[in-house]
């Protein structure tokens, strides 16, 4: 049965501001890191990359495009009045959830470039930090149009913050940041053929913004061609990792909102796959490896975390010594699910010659 795993529902902005500070397995995160040992990053063996992309960021071809236009209030005013109450919910979870991500890298990327004197490096995070802010500002206007805003400012002084290692900040960033575009221009490519599933105006500026998503991920993707050692040897094996972890918790996060991709005709195990496909696609740009999206046992093994993940929410809403019991016992189910998930075999792949891909699906 395809239920939604959480049971608290977005009322009020409290309620919002809560579930944005929340810190569990598959809530975005806040981060930290050594800040020295981004400083000595080098992009020389991608110079004249480097500084193209440069370019491109400076051109700020998006400048404009995070303003509402005349349309989108009286869209937006009929589409909501044909929302569920699950929908509703669904839709506000998926708005928080979306905003604390994006919020959560315009404060690493601000740090970063705080703390450095690398050039090429500082200049980076000074534009990934305006394009994250656009975003998480753009969609708490969406929050606001119901009183539930979330106060940036307080969520960044509270929210707990996890220490990552340079380089897990550089394959979690990449992922993320790729495995996001995959995500807006599948959702956007859906809606753009069946407009009328369109339920909410916020979805007319998915394909611009994604791009945005793409060209960070094109970034990092230079990052790791310019210092290849991040490529190969024991590396490898925190790639398979942060991989799996990736694809994992997207997999388990949607299926807790069956109804938000019903509405947009999308059915959320087919919708996944189809991320996964195209992340892989992507990243033979930089990894040597990818995950095998069809093989049986990782299929399975995605289905298994997911119905573990769901018992452990069934166990936290019990409560008290019982459901803190089955909790701590769902939480070794779900390590060794996710272990067994990690040792199924993976492909491997020649990366390719161009370092550069374009958005083009």
């Known amino acids: 049965m395809n239920t939604p795993s959480h049971t608290h529902t977005i009322d009020s902005r409290d309620d919002a501001n809560e579930r944005a500070r929340q810190s569990t397995m598959l809530s975005p995160r806040f ?21 193209a992309m440069m370019q491109e960021y400076e051109g700020d071809n998006n400048h404009d495009h995070f303003q509402r236009d005349e349309a989108f209030q009286d869209e937006l005013s009929a589409a909501m009045s044909k929302w569920s109450p699950e929908l509703r919910q669904e839709l506000f979870d998926f708005f928080v959830s ?32 305006r394009d994250e802010s656009r975003h998480a500002g753009f969609i708490n206007q969406s929050l606001r149009d119901f009183g539930l805003n979330i106060d940036l ?6 929210k707990h913050y996890t220490y990552f290692k340079p380089k897990y900040i550089i394959y979690a960033t990449y992922l993320s940041e790729k495995i996001g575009y ?10 753009e053929r069946h ?64 109804i ?4 947009m005709g999308l059915e959320a ?26 093989h049986p046992e990782f299929r399975s093994g995605l289905e298994h975390l997911l119905q573990i993940a769901r018992a452990h929410e069934a166990a936290k809403d019990r409560g008290g010594l019982v459901g803190n019991l089955q909790r701590a016992w769902h939480a070794g189910r779900a390590l060794v699910a996710f272990t067994r998930l990690y040792f199924v075999p993976v492909k491997t792949q020649a990366v390719l010659a161009e370092p550069r891909l374009r958005p083009t699906w």
């Open 31 to 51: 981060y930290t890191t050594d800040f020295d040992a981004f400083d000595r990053i080098s992009v020389e063996g991608m110079r004249s990359q480097w500084d």
């Open 98 to 129: 979306s905003l604390t991500s994006e919020f959560s890298g315009c404060i690493l990327y601000n740090e970063i470039r705080k703390k450095i004197e690398n050039p090429d490096i500082q200049q980076l995070m000074t534009y990934m930090a």
């Open 153 to 158: 400012g307080e969520l960044k002084r509270n």
């Open 182 to 191: 995959a995500r807006y221009i599948t959702i956007y490519r859906q809606l």
């Open 195 to 258: 407009p009328e599933l369109r339920f909410h105006p916020i979805f007319r500026w998915f394909e611009r913004w994604c791009n945005d998503e793409f060209r960070h991920g094109e970034s990092f993707a230079l990052i790791m061609r310019a210092n290849p050692d991040l490529l190969r040897g024991m590396n490898l094996w925190l790639i398979r990792f942060f991989l799996l972890a990736v694809y994992a918790t997207m997999y388990v996060r949607d299926h807790q909102r069956p």
């Open 260 to 263: 938000l991709h019903n509405a």
């Open 269 to 294: 195990t087919a919708y996944d796959y189809e991320v996964f496909r195209i992340t892989n696609t992507i990243t033979e740009q930089v990894f040597p490896i990818a995950l095998d999206i069809d």
